[in-house]
C-alpha cells in the first residue's frame, strides 16, 4: 500500500491549494479514504472522509464549507480542494485509508497559511 501526497506549499490568507495522494497497492474504489492534519505541537485530526463509490462524505466542523474532498477511481487519486485557508489551516496534510484492522497513511504534504 503507497499512498503519496502533493500539492502543498506556502498561500497567503484566504488563498486556495488543491491537495492530491496518489493511491497504489490496494483496491481503491472499494476504499474509503480521509484526509487528516498535524499543526506543530498539536495532535492529529481528522479533515474530512469520502466513502467509497461516494456513498458518505463528512468534514470537520473547522473546514466545513470551506474544503471539498473528492476521488477519481479511474486515476486512484483523492483530492482536497481547500477554499477561504486561514493562518490556522497551517499543517502537515495527510492521506490515510482503513484496510480491515490496519490504517495506511501516507507522507505527508506541507500547507503553511501566511501572509
Known amino acids: 500500500v503507497q499512498l503519496v501526497e502533493s500539492g502543498g506549499g506556502l498561500v497567503q490568507p484566504g488563498g486556495s491549494l488543491r491537495l492530491s495522494c496518489a493511491a497504489s497497492g490496494f483496491h481503491f474504489s472499494s476504499s474509503d479514504m480521509r484526509w487528516y492534519r498535524q499543526a506543530q505541537e498539536k495532535e492529529r485530526e481528522f479533515v474530512a472522509g469520502l466513502g467509497s463509490g461516494g456513498r458518505w462524505e463528512r468534514y470537520a466542523n473547522s473546514v466545513k464549507g470551506r474544503f471539498s474532498i473528492s476521488r477519481d477511481n479511474d486515476k486512484n487519486t483523492v483530492s482536497l480542494q481547500m477554499n477561504s485557508l486561514k493562518p490556522e489551516d497551517t499543517a502537515v496534510y495527510y492521506c490515510?485509508?482503513?484496510?480491515?484492522?490496519?490504517?495506511?497513511w501516507g507522507q505527508g504534504t506541507q500547507v503553511i497559511v501566511s501572509s
Open positions: 490515510q485509508t482503513q484496510l480491515g484492522t490496519t490504517g495506511y
